[in-house]
């Protein structure tokens, strides 16, 4: 096969600039959304940047929207995935941004992994999470820990753009895949299809174990030769 993980952005986004203030993330790109209003199509203008660990802050996150409801979800069955009808509801309470928060902020000052985040004039839009520790065979596979759009502002495209800047991220790192425990509704699910992925070739123990109900895909960032 392939490449799975299309990757048309080629911008060094691993740098940083170093300042006199400390480190500042680097590798900012504007990009233009289209998104339908009432009888119009109005335009946001969103900043795609990395994340400093010193950035996760619960003011970060003061307005963002975790909300997902769903009416199917899939269940690994009898060897096989399986799309079941169930109510799916997921959201953040204020303790779970009070534990999220310094939990993100550890993974990027401590383990050394990789944030991205879209903003509009300063408010998270969205954010993904890649960790840089190589797993399973080969040591071939980056987990990438979270990717979330704030609710009013889905299906324009920020996820989508967050997820190619995390495999351009890993494949730089020396990644051959990226590995994804993605949550089972039916749309999470036809996102990553959608960007590429497959169902995982592979059972990553540690992180099977941590996320028992997942569904399991990977993109192939680089064939063997």
């Known amino acids: 096969g392939g490449r799975t993980c299309d990757l048309p952005d080629r911008r060094a986004v691993l740098t940083q600039e170093k300042t006199g203030e400390g480190e500042k993330p680097a590798g900012r790109k504007r990009i233009k959304h289209a998104r339908l209003g009432r009888g119009r199509r109005a335009v946001m203008e969103i900043s795609y940047r990395r994340i400093a ?3 996760f802050t619960r003011e970060l996150f003061q307005t963002f929207d975790r909300l997902q409801k769903s009416d199917r979800v899939w269940k690994w069955e009898n060897g096989k995935w399986a799309l079941k009808p169930q109510k ?3 959201d953040w309470s204020d303790e779970d941004k009070a534990f999220l928060v310094p ?3 550890r993974k990027l000052t401590a383990e050394g992994a990789l944030a991205f985040g879209a903003f509009q004039k300063g408010k998270l839009l969205g954010f993904s999470l890649l960790e840089t520790q190589p797993l399973g065979p080969e ?3 980056y987990n990438l820990l979270e990717l979330f759009v704030t609710k009013n502002a889905r299906r324009q495209g920020i996820g989508a753009h967050l997820f190619r800047l995390v495999c351009t991220g890993a494949e730089q790192l020396g990644a051959k895949r990226l590995y994804i425990c993605a949550n089972p509704t039916e749309e999470t699910v036809a996102f ?3 960007m590429g992925c497959r169902d995982a070739t592979v059972r990553i123990a540690r992180l099977v174990e941590d996320e028992p109900d997942a569904y ?3 993109a192939v960032l680089h064939e063997a030769e």
């Open 139 to 141: 040591r071939a596979y």
């Open 216 to 218: 399991y895909l990977e």
């Open 192 to 194: 990553y299809r959608k």
């Open 88 to 90: 799916y509801v997921n």
């Open 103 to 105: 939990y993100f902020r």
């Open 53 to 55: 660990g010193e950035e």
